[in-house]
């Protein structure tokens, strides 16, 4: 009952603040419609600027809101290293609004700060977590499995760059095709662009002719981390014979950047459209996983009830190559508030799943 007397009193208090600041706010604005008065500062006054204070806008429409959260920008610190990553320019080619995979701050936001309780109840949650699940998985013949094997770091300097990279020219938009269909997804290419409607790499874009940016010298130092691990896996596993033959090394220069939202999905397909002496050889397609978790359909065909199924988590690394370079895969569902919270909180992340698939082209 003291509980619910002192809320009542607290919220009684609010009230009463905003009303008289709304009264304030609305004497201030009919005071700038009559225009300067004898009562009010002048130039002459004797007045410091601080003490004349600051003047009130006039109050916006109901979309200002919208409009100062779209045009806030990321601010970077001082001395950054300089890499493909910081582009300093923003927009597209196109001159449509670029997407960005990021919450941007706004001014009036409020965030607050997690305990430390909570922050190590995570942490122990993670470990447990990592305890249970084997670190590498092997899937199927040259199918690879890397548990969390994107570090802490490694994901924050992924989600930031691509965020960088994503609202500059050649970022993500909705790709569709030309009967109007969209994927459910936004799309950034990096290296080479792929067209959806034909199915081809190019070295511009079609509908705006922006060229891809550069794949950051960071992630394919990655890849070749994750594939080596996967050699030593199977090494360690009793196929040292076929090792290097399952999973070929790869220097990729395509990287297809998708983002799902929780709502998004994509069907079952295969990934066929590089040269021919690339997927003869079994160059692996190497996948980056960040965000919320994706539940990951792979077959032999694009029968869906037919199809293995994977989550695939923040950190998560899967590689496919060799006999199963032309696998069938695609993503199911997203499982809403799966990403690690300190993620969400470091980055700004959307809700949803950021993904990277590198491949030779």
């Known amino acids: 009952m003291q509980m619910r007397r002192t809320f009542y009193l607290c919220f009684l208090t609010a009230r009463r ?36 204070g600051t003047p009130v806008q006039p109050q916006k429409s109901q979309d200002s809101h919208l409009n100062m959260v779209t045009s806030v920008q990321r601010s970077e610190p001082q001395g950054s290293r300089s890499s493909p990553c910081s582009s300093g320019v923003v927009g597209s080619v196109s001159g449509a609004t670029p997407f960005d995979i990021c919450i941007r701050d ?20 993670e470990r447990e977590l990592s305890k249970e699940l084997a670190p590498l998985q092997y899937l ?27 609202v500059g020219p050649g970022g993500f938009y909705t790709p569709g095709y030309k009967d109007g269909a969209k994927l459910n997804l936004r799309m950034m290419c990096l290296g080479k662009d792929w067209d959806p409607n034909s199915s081809l790499y190019g070295d511009t874009r079609q509908f705006d002719g922006a060229h891809p940016p550069n794949i950051p010298e960071e992630f394919g130092k990655i890849v070749q981390d994750a594939i080596k691990a996967s ?20 220097s990729p220069d395509i990287c297809i950047v998708n983002f799902y939202t929780s709502s998004g999905r994509l069907g079952l397909h295969q990934d066929k459209d590089e040269t021919k002496p690339s997927i003869d050889k079994g160059l692996p397609v190497v996948s980056f996983s960040l965000g919320d978790t994706a ?63 590198f491949r030779q082209y």
């Open 17 to 52: 603040h905003f009303v008289n600041f709304q009264v304030s706010h609305e004497r201030s604005l009919e005071h700038q419609k009559k225009g300067p008065s004898s009562s009010g500062p002048s130039v002459t006054s004797n007045k410091s600027p601080l003490q004349m």
């Open 106 to 125: 706004a001014k009036c936001s409020i965030k607050l700060n997690r305990s430390l309780l909570e922050l190590n109840r995570e942490k122990r949650r």
């Open 140 to 166: 199927r013949p040259g199918m690879v499995l890397l548990k969390r094997f994107l570090k802490h770091d490694d994901q924050v300097n992924i989600i930031k760059c691509c965020q960088r990279l994503g």
């Open 231 to 250: 050699n030593e896996f199977l090494k360690q596993n009793a196929r040292a014979a076929k090792a290097i033959e399952e999973v070929p090394p790869l």
């Open 295 to 357: 539940e990951f359909l792979y077959g032999d065909g694009r029968d869906v009830d037919k199809a293995s199924k994977v989550d695939l988590e923040s950190g998560d690394v899967l590689i496919f190559g060799g006999k199963s370079r032309k696998i069938f895969h695609g993503v199911s569902r997203i499982k809403p508030n799966t990403s690690p919270k300190w993620l969400t909180d470091e980055t700004n992340l959307q809700p949803g799943r950021l993904n990277l698939t």
